[in-house]
Nanobody
């Protein structure tokens, strides 16, 4: 069984910073891409950032230049450093990872439970 657990959310003022973490655990064979998504109240879940196993990254235009995604493959953990936060960044942030469980040939998408980020104006 594979689990993703996010942490690091909270309340911050406009212009502040937060660092989110997402740790994968369980019967992990390999982890390919790791992504962050976010969902604001009443809105759809939107993609925020991606990092491949090799370290290539991509960002949504709305966060480019302010957020940085990184990962520690030895710890099966992905991070999201969020700087210059704005009220419109307020959302529940979810971690998503493409993971191949031990003993299986194919990879599957796994989601964390989400962590709340609130940016006050």
């Amino acid at each position: 069984q594979v689990q993703l657990v996010e942490s690091g959310g909270g309340l911050v003022q406009t212009g502040g910073s937060l660092r989110l973490s997402c740790a994968a655990s369980g019967s992990i064979g390999s982890i390919e891409t790791m992504d962050w998504y976010r969902q604001a109240p009443g809105k759809q879940r939107d993609w925020v950032a991606r990092i491949t196993r090799g370290g290539s990254t991509g960002y949504a235009d709305s966060v480019k230049g302010r957020f940085t995604i990184s990962r520690d493959n030895a710890k099966n953990t992905v991070y999201l450093q969020m700087n210059s936060l704005r009220p419109e960044d307020t959302a529940v942030y979810y971690c998503n990872a493409e993971i191949r469980p031990i003993g299986l040939t194919f990879s599957y998408d796994y989601w964390g439970q989400g962590t709340q980020v609130t940016v006050s104006s």
